[in-house]
């Protein structure tokens, strides 16, 4: 296996990596699933759907846990939160704030930031929109 770098939370509810290896990245292009061993491209939609059907993760039919995590232990019942729980592993932040240059994985931290920083008016609308979709 190659590296991963161990997640830490940060001030924002964001992560950020601490620089200590834990475990499985092989190149920005891939990852190593830590259960099959398999090569999953970089996407977020193959992580996702890797981590619902990888078929080396052993689930029992009344498991409350659909989502595996790839490349620890983490498990999940619900897509956006084993989404949001990956990017702790890419290291992607997809969640903009229109009014500065911050990032953020999830968007409840764009929400934490937009509220402390005072920065609500278009990122309050966008919050609102996704978060409807998010839930589905």
Same mark, same amino acid.
């Given at each position: 296996?190659?590296?991963?770098?161990?997640?830490?939370?940060?001030?924002?509810?964001?992560?950020?990596?601490?620089?200590?290896?834990? !475990?499985?990245?092989?190149?920005?292009?891939?990852?190593?699933?830590?259960?099959?061993?398999?090569?999953?491209?970089?996407?977020?939609?193959?992580?996702?759907?890797?981590?619902?059907?990888?078929?080396?993760? !052993?689930?029992?039919?009344?498991?409350?846990?659909?989502?595996?995590?790839?490349?620890?232990?983490?498990?999940?019942?619900?897509?956006?939160?084993?989404?949001?729980?990956?990017?702790?592993?890419?290291?992607?932040?997809?969640?903009?704030?229109?009014?500065?240059?911050?990032?953020?994985?999830?968007?409840?931290?764009?929400?934490?930031?937009?509220?402390?920083? !005072?920065?609500?008016?278009?990122?309050?609308?966008?919050?609102?929109?996704?978060?409807?979709?998010?839930?589905?």
């Amino acid at each position: 296996f190659g590296n991963w770098q161990q997640m830490v939370g940060d001030q924002t509810g964001d992560d950020v990596f601490s620089g200590q290896d834990t !475990g499985a990245q092989n190149s920005q292009d891939s990852y190593i699933c830590i259960h099959c061993n398999e090569f999953i491209p970089s996407d977020e939609e193959w992580l996702l759907e890797h981590c619902q059907f990888c078929s080396s993760v !052993g689930r029992s039919v009344d498991s409350w846990s659909k989502f595996s995590c790839f490349g620890c232990s983490f498990t999940s019942d619900k897509k956006y939160v084993m989404q949001n729980h990956i990017r702790k592993h890419t290291g992607k932040k997809p969640h903009k704030c229109g009014e500065c240059d911050y990032s953020a994985k999830s968007l409840e931290a764009l929400y934490y930031h937009t509220k402390t920083k !005072g920065h609500q008016s278009q990122n309050k609308m966008k919050w609102a929109r996704k978060n409807r979709n998010m839930m589905n």
